[in-house]
């Protein structure tokens, strides 16, 4: 099976993990350059993307995890902005505003709703057959 064969949505899904990745080398390549010490989880996204392309339910299954946990950053992010807590997007800091705190919100509840996006592509019956993970019996 080629990858024009996979559907359309889990071929978004694994070109987002190797854009996540693209951007997080990017990150921690500019870091370096500017004298920052920049570990960014992130970069295990990479090689999920292209594990996914394999369709081996070992690269299903670490996506998944690795979405939930961005997940659960990404809400903890949320209460700091609403806490009033400096929160950084993409390495600048929003501030104290309320505008930059409406901006943090707004990306934030994007962020979330695209990795439960990913999650539910991930988790649809057919796409689980695809990687050989057997149904679940309701």
Same mark, same amino acid.
């Given at each position: 099976?080629?990858?024009s064969?996979?559907?359309?949505? $889990?071929?978004?899904v +694994?070109?987002?993990?190797i854009?996540?990745g %693209?951007? #997080?080398i990017? /990150?921690?390549?500019? =870091?370096?350059?500017?004298?920052?010490?920049?570990?960014?989880?992130s970069?295990?996204?990479?090689?999920?993307?292209?594990g996914l392309?394999?369709?081996?339910?070992?690269?299903?299954?670490?996506?998944l995890?690795?979405?939930?946990?961005?997940?659960?950053?990404v809400? $903890?992010a949320?209460? +700091?902005?609403?806490a009033?807590?400096?929160v %950084?997007v #993409?390495?600048? /800091?929003l501030?104290? =505003?309320?505008?930059?705190?409406a901006?943090g919100l707004l990306?934030a509840?994007?962020?979330?709703?695209?990795?439960?996006?990913?999650?539910?592509?991930?988790?649809?019956?057919d796409?689980r057959a695809?990687f050989g993970?057997?149904r679940v019996a309701t």
């Amino acid at each position: 099976m080629s990858a024009s064969d996979m559907p359309r949505a $889990l071929r978004v899904v +694994a070109w987002l993990c190797i854009a996540q990745g %693209g951007i #997080a080398i990017a /990150n921690m390549t500019c =870091g370096v350059g500017g004298h920052r010490n920049v570990i960014d989880l992130s970069i295990a996204m990479l090689p999920v993307g292209l594990g996914l392309f394999t369709r081996r339910a070992g690269w299903r299954t670490f996506a998944l995890a690795m979405f939930v946990l961005f997940q659960f950053l990404v809400v $903890l992010a949320g209460i +700091a902005i609403v806490a009033g807590i400096a929160v %950084g997007v #993409a390495g600048q /800091n929003l501030g104290p =505003g309320p505008v930059a705190r409406a901006f943090g919100l707004l990306t934030a509840g994007l962020m979330f709703w695209l990795l439960q996006w990913c999650v539910r592509v991930l988790c649809r019956d057919d796409d689980r057959a695809r990687f050989g993970v057997p149904r679940v019996a309701t």
